[in-house]
């Protein structure tokens, strides 16, 4: 079983839907970083979190400690939200992240 | 300010070779961790350099290695290729490793092709 499983791992969504992407982890962590990856290759980074919730644009990020659950939530998408998103945690201030495997969001017009 | 840099951005080796990666982080960022993407395993940690300094390393064969540079600048390398060494090997840097310093920025990453 893998330490940190993303749910969905395919998405398509029309464009305007309200989208949520889930990450459950197994061990103890000090932070859990979403990440946006477009065909191509290139990474970023969307959120650091360790509790709470974070905001940024469209993007909402939303993390429970004691369930080991994060969310990643996308409101009024929009095709060029179409990328890979990855849940990763770091296990105790290492920077060795562990990554999810991804979801596959296509958002269409 | 310059994001993470790496180069070369694509390669193609033969097996049996060996390769050397570079990557310049953000200025004033002194980690940088190195990842491997392949289509089977997806993204994996490889090794994490503070300070010149090798802090954790991955499950990866003593063919993988790696260092950093006074300037923060590292460099890893694969010696004799495999097959399925064939990758996008991604660096990324953050300020430190510690508390919420730890926000790592990724480069675009060098795609390996071993034939």
């Known amino acids: 079983k893998n330490e940190v499983e993303q749910s969905p791992q395919n998405l398509t969504a029309q464009e305007g839907e309200f989208i949520t992407i889930n990450c459950s982890y197994s061990?103890?962590?000090?932070?859990l970083h979403w990440l946006q990856q477009h065909p191509g290759g290139g990474i970023v980074s969307l959120f650091m979190l360790s509790s709470g919730k974070k905001k940024h644009g469209r993007l909402i990020a939303t993390i429970n400690i004691q369930e080991k659950h994060s969310s990643l939530h996308i409101t009024a998408s929009h095709p060029r939200d179409s990328a890979v998103y990855i849940c990763?945690?770091?296990?105790?201030?290492?920077?060795?992240?562990?990554f999810g495997t991804g979801t596959l969001l296509a958002v269409q017009p | 300010k310059a994001g993470v840099t790496q180069t070369p951005r694509y390669l193609i080796k033969t097996r049996g070779q060996q390769v050397t990666l570079s990557c310049s982080p953000i200025?004033?960022?002194?980690?940088v961790s190195w990842y491997q993407q392949t289509p089977g395993q997806g993204l994996q940690f490889l090794f994490e350099y503070f300070s010149e300094t090798q802090r954790n390393k991955g499950n990866f064969p003593g063919r993988f290695s790696g260092r950093q540079f006074s300037n923060s600048r590292s460099e890893m390398n694969v010696s004799t290729l495999e097959l399925g060494d064939s990758a996008l090997y991604l660096c990324a840097s953050s300020f430190s490793h510690r508390g919420p310093y730890n926000e790592q920025f990724f480069g675009p990453g060098t795609r390996l092709t071993v034939l």
């Open positions: 990763a945690v770091d296990l105790g201030a290492t920077n060795k992240l562990i």
């Open positions: 200025s004033g960022h002194r980690s």
């Open positions: 061990v103890g962590i000090s932070a």
